[in-house]
Nanobody
Framework: QVQLVESGGGLVQSGGSLRLSCAAS????????IGWFRQAPGKEREGVSC????????YYGGSVKGRFTVSRDIAKNTVYLQMNSLEPEDTAVYYC????????????????WGQGTQVTVSS
């Protein structure tokens, strides 16, 4: 059974940091690309970052580039999103998602989703 479980969200002050985790089970990261998305109230789900299954290449949305870093630990079957210099505009529910192809920021292209973890950045 394929499952993705996010953790690491919470409340942080502006300028602070959080590290999100996405633990995968039922498949291995060697065969699945993992995307990170976020959704703020009243807004569409937005692609934040992605790490490719095949070559470990990473991609970032324009609003987080230079502040967020995605990585993965194949042995733990877990993907991480290190978020630094957080801003109130980063407040959202963060989701990880998996697909057996290359990175794309299109949410509908992903087959499996986690339940999400709330990130709240106070000013």
């Amino acid at each position: 059974q394929v499952q993705l479980v996010e953790s690491g969200g919470g409340l942080v002050q502006s300028g602070g940091s959080l590290r999100l985790s996405c633990a995968a089970s039922g498949f291995t990261l060697d065969y699945y690309t993992i995307g990170w998305f976020r959704q703020a109230p009243g807004k569409e789900r937005e692609g934040v970052s992605c790490i490719s299954r095949s070559d470990d290449r990473s991609y970032y949305g324009g609003s987080v580039k230079g502040r967020f870093t995605v990585s993965r630990d194949i042995a733990k079957n877990t993907v991480y999103l290190q978020m630094n210099s957080l801003e109130p505009e980063d407040t959202a529910v963060y989701y990880c998602a998996a697909r057996p192809w290359s990175c794309t920021p299109t949410p509908s292209a992903y087959d499996y989703w986690g339940q999400g973890t709330q990130v709240t950045v106070s000013s």
